[in-house]
């Protein structure tokens, strides 16, 4: 039972443009939720995080929406440059917890 | 200031073999965490450990185990592997475990034949 899901297994965005990245969640004990990059052959590296109490958490060109009712929260790359072309993971803490559960990743390519 | 680091990079070993890998987290930092990588699963918890305890455990058979020593490095173990165990095992660290935003290793990719 996938708790974190990511139902785009692939993006690709024009240089330039807005990259949208979505993810969905099950579990309303999550408190605290994040984003990862990962490229080939490296680790997961993190990126911007948000807590349940906010609905938004910026960064630079990065930007994390989170929708409590809808259960979803979205990555918003603006704008999109061909340095971001990675694999994108959310991942969700449940308060009292050390277990992080991740999403299955979107594979973003921004097209130069 | 050195990153987390996991050994071997590389792994092949055979059916029925065990394995264990290694992971020394960031200096100063107390807990581990180790996520198994596959295509299609993305990452799937295994364990964390913090000052030598495990405090939490994924939904993995008991062939895998883990540990950590008093230096704060610790080691994963599979046991009896078969062809299903092949994947990237990541090993995360942070200073107290609920500190969000964890460091990972750039992992230990096993395949099993």
């Known amino acids: 039972d996938q708790q974190v899901k990511q139902n785009s297994p692939s993006l690709s965005v024009q240089e330039g443009r807005i990259s949208i990245l979505n993810c969905d969640y099950t579990?309303?004990?999550?408190?605290?939720f994040l984003w990862y990059k990962k490229y080939p052959a490296e680790g997961p590296t993190f990126l911007i995080s948000?807590?349940?109490?906010?609905d938004k958490n910026e960064d630079g060109r990065f930007t994390v929406f989170l929708n409590k009712s809808a259960k979803h929260l979205s990555l918003h790359i603006v704008p999109s440059q061909p340095g971001d072309s990675a694999v994108y993971f959310c991942?969700?803490?449940?308060?009292?917890?050390?277990?992080?559960?991740f999403g299955t990743g979107t594979r973003l390519k921004v097209l130069a | 200031k050195a990153g987390v680091t996991q050994t071997p990079r590389y792994l092949i070993k055979t059916r029925g073999q065990q394995v264990t890998l290694s992971c020394s987290p960031i200096?100063?930092?107390?807990?581990v965490s180790w996520y198994q990588q596959t295509p299609g699963q993305g990452l799937q918890f295994l364990f964390e450990?913090?000052?030598?305890?495990?405090?939490n455990k994924g939904n993995f058979p008991g062939r895998f185990s883990g540990r950590q020593f008093s230096n704060s490095r610790s080691e994963m173990n599979v046991s009896t592997l078969e062809l299903g165990d092949s994947a990237l095992y990541l090993c995360?660290?942070?200073?107290?475990?609920?500190?969000?935003?964890?460091?990972f290793g750039s992992g230990t990719r096993l395949t099993v034949v």
């Open positions: 991942a969700a803490l449940e308060g009292g917890t050390y277990k992080y559960i």
């Open positions: 948000i807590s349940s109490i906010k």
């Open positions: 200096s100063g930092h107390r807990s």
């Open positions: 579990n309303s004990m999550f408190d605290y």
């Open positions: 450990y913090f000052s030598e305890t495990q405090r």
């Open positions: 995360a660290s942070s200073p107290t475990g609920t500190d969000y935003g964890y460091t």
